[in-house]
């Protein structure tokens, strides 16, 4: 049986007193996302160490050795 591919869209907000931009790198870098959840293990695409735009297709590794995949639509 085939399984459709989830789909999910996601709205963050957030106040303080943190820089705006330095929070969005964080947030769209993924060599930076473990630094700031500590589920993520690790996360593996072609260029880790850019923003992730249109296309950008990884995995992102968590506890007991969970893979997720993604791709950015």
């Known amino acids: 049986m085939a399984v459709a591919p989830l789909t999910t869209t996601l709205t963050v907000r957030a106040r ?3 820089d705006p931009s330095g929070v969005w790198r964080r947030y769209t870098v993924p060599a930076l996302w473990a630094s700031w959840s500590v589920q993520i293990r690790d996360v593996e695409t072609e260029r880790p160490a850019d923003p992730v735009a249109q296309g950008t297709v990884g995995t992102v590794r968590g ?5 997720v995949p993604f791709c950015v639509t």
């Not at 506890?63 to 893979?67: D, T």
């Open 16 to 18: 303080g007193h943190a």
């Open 63 to 67: 506890p007991g050795g969970v893979r």
